[in-house]
C-alpha cells in the first residue's frame, strides 16, 4: 500500500468505507472502489486531491442508493500515478472503468470539491454514462483566482471565530502555506498535518460538530510526483446536457457559495440546495438535509425516466 497519513484513532470520519475493496487496472495502474447499499447507482467522488474516501462516507444514502465509493488514483488504496499526470479527463477515465466493472450503463456522479471538478469534467467527456450530476461543495474552475478567493474566504471565518485558538491556527497554517510560503507541503505527513490543521475552517462551527460527531479527521496521500492543474470549463457548463444537483454550505470557505450560484446559472437543468448551517462538510453537519436533497433528486429523475 502507497505511505499515507492516517486520521487519528477514533475520528469518526477516518473509519474504513463501507464494503469489500474492488479492483480494476486501467493501464497498469490500480483502481480501488467499494461498494454499498441499494438502489440507483451512484458514483462517490471524494476531494482532495489525495484524499481518502472515507470521510465522505454517507450512510443515510446508503439506505436509497447503491454508493460506489472511490479511492480515486493517488490516494486510499489506489494506485500512483506514474506520470503524475493527474487530470481531471484522467480521473474520469478510471471511473468510467469502475461503471465497466460492475456492469452498469449509466449512473448518477456525486463529486466533492475536487471530485466535484471530475465530476463536471465527466459530463463533458462522457454524458451518455451519467443519469445525473451531484455536484457537492465544488468550482466551476480551478486555479490562482479561486485558491485567492479561498484566502479571503478563510480570513473571514477567523474574523469570525476570532476568539478560537483552532480557528486562528487554522488561519495562521493556511497563510503559511499559501501565502507567506513558509510551510511546505513535502511528504504525505505534512500534508496531513497541513489538512488536519485547516480542518476546522471547513465547518460553520466546528465545535458543534465535534460535539455532537466526536473527532473529525481526514486522511490523506501526497503524491511528490502531482503536476499542478489548472482547470476551467466555465465556457463550457451550458453544453451539458443531464440533469445536475448543486449543494453548497453558506460557511464554505474553500468553495464558497458563489460558485455553486454560478454552476445553477449555467448549467440548464439544474436545481441548488443550499445548507445554511453548513460549511464544506454538510453531509456531517447537516446529514438529513443533505441526503434528502440528494434522494429526492434521484428518484424524481428516475421517475422522469420511468425507472
Partial sequence: MDDIAEAPRGARHARAAAGEA???????????????????????HPGGPGAHPAYLRIPELEEKLT?????????GDSALLPDGNYSMSRYGRFAEAVLDDIGTSTAFFLGHSHGGFV??????????RLDGLILYDTAPAHGRNEREAATQEMA??????????????AGRIWDAVNLSRTMEIIDTESFGRYMNGILPAYFADYRRTVKRT???????????????????????????NVPALVIVGTYD????????????????DTRLCELRESGHFGHIEQPNEFASAVIDFVYAHKTENGE
Fill in 22 to 44: 474492488r479492483t480494476v487496472v486501467v493501464d497498469g495502474v490500480r483502481q480501488v472502489y467499494r461498494l454499498a447499499g441499494k438502489g440507483p447507482v451512484c458514483l462517490v
Fill in 67 to 75: 454508493l460506489v465509493y472511490l479511492d480515486p488514483v493517488g490516494s
Fill in 119 to 128: 465530476a463536471l469534467q465527466f459530463a463533458l467527456d462522457h454524458p451518455d
Fill in 156 to 169: 473571514f471565518f477567523v474574523q469570525r471565530w476570532a476568539d478560537r485558538p483552532e480557528a486562528v491556527e
Fill in 214 to 240: 466526536g473527532q473529525v479527521a481526514i486522511a490523506v496521500t501526497y503524491d511528490p510526483n502531482r503536476i499542478p492543474v489548472v482547470w476551467d470549463v466555465r465556457g463550457r457548463l451550458s453544453s451539458i
Fill in 253 to 268: 470557505f474553500v468553495c464558497p457559495p458563489r460558485f455553486a450560484h454560478e454552476i445553477h446559472a449555467s448549467i440548464p
